[in-house]
């Protein structure tokens, strides 16, 4: 369950970086605003957005679930800290690191999810479109002109990387897809990813709030 719940939100992840990337397209949010009017309309993506909170729900229950299974199987620690020298710091901090993501997603979700569903977004009318649309655009761009906001984000981004760092690998091996051949390769892609994708969403309050100052 949290290998294929995991590897979802990483498909997720992906996506939802290429989208929101158009906001540094430099054409005054345009590109981001029908992008997100048709995410928003489509029926399809609605659907998958539900899995998605799903999915985000039952990966946190069951890390829950399993921490409580380990912990009532072996309440004290090894002597000698073998998990030292054998486990990877991302993976002994999974729970930790997994809690910073949660509380960074409350923050987004409210900030922007909530705010573009259930606030009062302005609308932006382009020449040549047949109808106005949301000005989302405009609500990232006012989040990232506040410095805490844009640098909660920065650092936040910092954590998602040591997240995925240890989860990328982990849910191939959990899913029994990760032996001798393979797990170099999948431990690579896993380090890449984990470094590239926070790295651009990073990028995109940086961007966001140096281009609020005037650069
Ligand atoms: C710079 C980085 C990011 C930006 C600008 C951004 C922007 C947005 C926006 C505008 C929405 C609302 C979409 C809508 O409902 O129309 C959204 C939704 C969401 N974001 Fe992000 N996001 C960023 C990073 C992240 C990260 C790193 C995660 C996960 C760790 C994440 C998880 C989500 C989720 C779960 C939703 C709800 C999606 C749904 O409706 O299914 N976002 N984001």
């Known amino acids: 369950m949290m290998a294929l719940t995991g590897l979802f939100l990483?498909?997720?992840?992906?996506v939802h970086l290429i989208g929101n990337l158009q906001l540094l397209a430099g054409d005054g949010?345009?590109?981001?605003?029908?992008y997100s009017h048709f995410m928003s309309h489509s029926l399809l993506i609605q659907t998958v957005s539900?899995?998605?909170?799903?999915?985000?729900?039952?990966?946190?229950?069951?890390?829950?679930?399993?921490?409580?299974?380990?912990?009532?199987?072996?309440?004290?620690?090894?002597?000698?800290k073998p998990a030292l020298q054998t486990a990877t710091w991302s993976s002994r901090n999974m729970g930790i690191l997994g809690t910073?993501?949660?509380?960074?997603?409350?923050?987004?979700?409210?900030?922007?999810?909530?705010?573009?569903?259930?606030?009062?977004?302005?609308s932006i009318t382009y020449a040549g479109a047949p109808e106005p649309l949301h000005n989302a655009y405009q609500v990232v761009r006012a989040a990232y002109a506040q410095a805490w906001y844009a640098?909660?984000?920065?650092?936040?981004?910092?954590?998602?990387?040591?997240?995925?760092?240890?989860?990328?690998?982990?849910?191939f091996h959990t899913l029994g897809l990760s032996n001798y051949r393979y797990k170099p390769l999948i431990r690579t892609v896993g380090t890449v990813f984990a470094i590239l994708v926070p790295m651009l969403f990073?990028?995109?309050?940086?961007?966001?709030?140096?281009?609020?100052l005037g650069y």
């Open 10 to 14: 990483i498909l997720f992840l992906v």
């Open 29 to 34: 949010g345009r590109r981001f605003n029908e």
């Open 50 to 80: 539900k899995l998605n909170f799903a999915f985000i729900i039952l990966h946190v229950l069951y890390s829950l679930w399993l921490s409580r299974q380990a912990h009532a199987a072996r309440p004290q620690g090894y002597e000698g």
């Open 100 to 122: 910073v993501i949660l509380l960074f997603l409350i923050v987004h979700l409210k900030g922007f999810w909530y705010e573009l569903k259930f606030g009062a977004v302005p």
């Open 151 to 171: 640098g909660f984000y920065i650092l936040s981004m910092v954590f998602l990387g040591f997240h995925l760092h240890h989860g990328f690998q982990s849910a």
């Open 202 to 212: 990073a990028l995109i309050p940086a961007v966001m709030h140096l281009q609020s």
